[in-house]
Nanobody
Framework: QVQLVESGGGLVQAGGSLRLACAAS????????MGWFRQAPGKEREFVAL????????TYADSVKGRFTISRDNAKKTVYLQMNSLKPEDTAVYYC??????????????WGQGTQVTVSS
């Protein structure tokens, strides 16, 4: 069974930084796209960033481009989200997710429990 466990959330002032981590277990990590999503209170879950299985390709939401960086360590089965220049509107529960088929051919089926990020103004 695939398990994803996020860590690294917390409270930070606007302009600050946080680094989220998501540790995966239960299957081969290096063959699957990994993504980060977030959900703010009263809003739908939205895409933040994704990274390909080999880390050769990344994609970002326009709202975080240039401020957030997604990376992965396949040996540690962990994906990271470095968040810089944080804004109050980045406040949300952040989730990592992975797909149900390798090499980008599936849908996001497996989700972590989420980690809260709160940015104060």
């Amino acid at each position: 069974q695939v398990q994803l466990v996020e860590s690294g959330g917390g409270l930070v002032q606007a302009g600050g930084s946080l680094r989220l981590a998501c540790a995966a277990s239960g299957r081969t990590f290096s063959s699957y796209v990994m993504g980060w999503f977030r959900q703010a209170p009263g809003k739908e879950r939205e895409f933040v960033a994704l990274i390909s299985w080999s880390a050769g390709s990344t994609t970002y939401a326009d709202s975080v481009k240039g401020r957030f960086t997604i990376s992965r360590d396949n040996a540690k089965k962990t994906v990271y989200l470095q968040m810089n220049s944080l804004k109050p509107e980045d406040t949300a529960v952040y989730y990592c997710a992975t797909q149900n088929r390798p090499y980008g051919r599936g849908d996001y089926e497996y989700w972590g429990q989420g980690t809260q990020v709160t940015v104060s103004s």
